[in-house]
């Protein structure tokens, strides 16, 4: 005769607040995942990088806008290029965790003082440079020796400087390193230089865009610092 065997009130008690503890830590689990919160995203005026990526996007709209106000035999295919250029700006967005969308045209900030003369900078101008890695504003006035043809800067003479004034993004196009400008026709040399890092591109003028000079991507590589889209402290000459 088999005997059957029965829990204790101790044992039944114990297995009870086992299972109980068990079943809340599930719950815990549960609520903890549901009430996560979404990724935070940063916004233009949050973060430098963000700032570059939103100008850039900001200055293709301002390009297709312009190119649909006063349309030629060319402009339908460039707006599609310009299009394709802005989901890539976009892309960028997401993938640094900025605002995806958010735009913003050039903001032509105020620059520190820089010589007249197309050639080197002072050391001492390089010095500062990571002062505005958060974005902000330099103490410094604009170069007061600046010439007055910047304005129309297709004027300018080789070797003056040019687009005083103005940040310096990417203008999100690939291919080999080159520019586009409003102001420069399709041939031009300009040399820009970083001054926070000290770096120089000098690339050609290959296309039209919606700002004084835009870098492409290959372009932006050589003189960006890491983790920027924006050089807000650049010297831009007319080279050739």
Request: overall charge negative.
């Amino acid at each position: 005769m088999s005997r059957r065997r029965t829990l204790g009130p101790t044992k039944k008690i114990a297995l009870l607040v086992s299972a109980a503890a068990v079943a809340g830590g599930g719950a815990f689990v549960m609520a903890s995942t549901s009430n996560a919160s979404p990724p935070t995203t940063r916004s233009a005026a949050e973060s430098t990088a963000c700032l570059g990526l939103a100008t850039a996007l900001g200055n293709n709209e301002k390009f297709i806008a312009d190119q649909r106000a006063n349309p030629d035999a060319q402009s339908e295919a460039r707006i599609a290029n310009r299009e394709a250029v802005i989901e890539e700006i976009k892309r960028k967005q997401e993938a640094s965790g900025c605002t995806v969308g958010e735009s913003a045209q050039d903001s032509q900030a105020a620059q520190p003082s820089q010589p007249a003369q197309g050639g080197e900078q002072a050391g001492g101008e390089q010095a500062g440079g990571g002062q505005d890695a958060a974005g902000g504003a330099e103490a410094s006035q604009p170069a007061e020796s600046a010439p007055a043809e910047d304005a129309g800067g297709g004027a300018a003479a080789s070797g003056q400087q040019v687009c005083n004034g103005s940040t310096v993004t990417l203008s999100g196009e690939g291919g080999a390193p080159a520019a586009s400008s409003n102001q420069f026709p399709v041939g031009t040399q300009l040399k820009v230089t970083n001054l926070d890092n000290n770096k120089s591109t000098t690339v050609e003028v290959t296309s039209v865009s919606g700002s004084c000079a835009l870098l492409n991507n290959a372009a932006f590589e050589q003189v960006r610092e890491p983790g920027k889209f924006l050089i807000r402290r650049a010297l831009i000459e007319k080279v050739g």
